[in-house]
């Protein structure tokens, strides 16, 4: 019997941080059981290099990742989705297309990295805190018996990993 492959988008406004960083996580400890993208309502255009960076240090490859408008998902001819997370409080608050194949979605909103100023130390903590933050979330996910739960319980659970 083969295992089913989950298709998962993480979204945030820019595409450039969080949202790349909730990517490289769920590719990483998803594997194949997991197809896994990322977008932004407002691409930024490129991607953050201090996300990059983290992920790096994360022993995370960071080939292939780029800043994206989450048009790309939605409308004729995109494939189903399973899974739709917001990571920025910004886009969940924005009204979003239509998903392809009606999937389950949850706000896991966690702060802007980005945002931090200061020395690029200081910085760097932060975006390592949001990894922190998004990498538990995922592993919370993964330890969840997707293929048994039944879809209002799913949600619920979802729901429930965004406040962890």
């Not at 989950?6 to 997991?34: D, P, Q, W």
Request: hydrophobic fraction near 45%.
């Amino acid at each position: 019997m083969t295992e089913r492959t989950y298709k998962v988008l993480f979204l945030c406004t820019g595409n450039s941080a969080r949202s790349i960083i909730a990517e490289g996580l769920m590719r990483h400890l998803g594997g194949a059981r997991f197809q896994v993208f990322s977008a932004g309502s407002h691409p930024a255009g490129e991607v953050n290099p201090l996300a990059l960076q983290t992920l790096s240090r994360l022993h995370i490859p960071t080939d292939g990742f780029r800043s994206k408008s989450w048009d790309e998902f939605a409308g004729a001819g995109a494939s189903d989705l399973d899974f739709v997370f917001t990571v920025c409080d910004k886009a969940a608050g924005e009204v979003c297309p239509v998903w392809p194949g009606q999937p389950m979605t949850a706000h896991w909103g966690v702060e802007d990295p980005a945002a931090v100023q200061g020395p690029d130390e200081i910085k760097l903590r932060a975006f390592t805190d949001t990894a922190v933050i998004l990498k538990r979330r995922i592993e919370l996910m993964l330890a969840l018996p997707l293929e048994r739960l039944d879809a209002m319980s799913l949600q619920q659970e979802l729901h429930k990993l965004g406040k962890a």
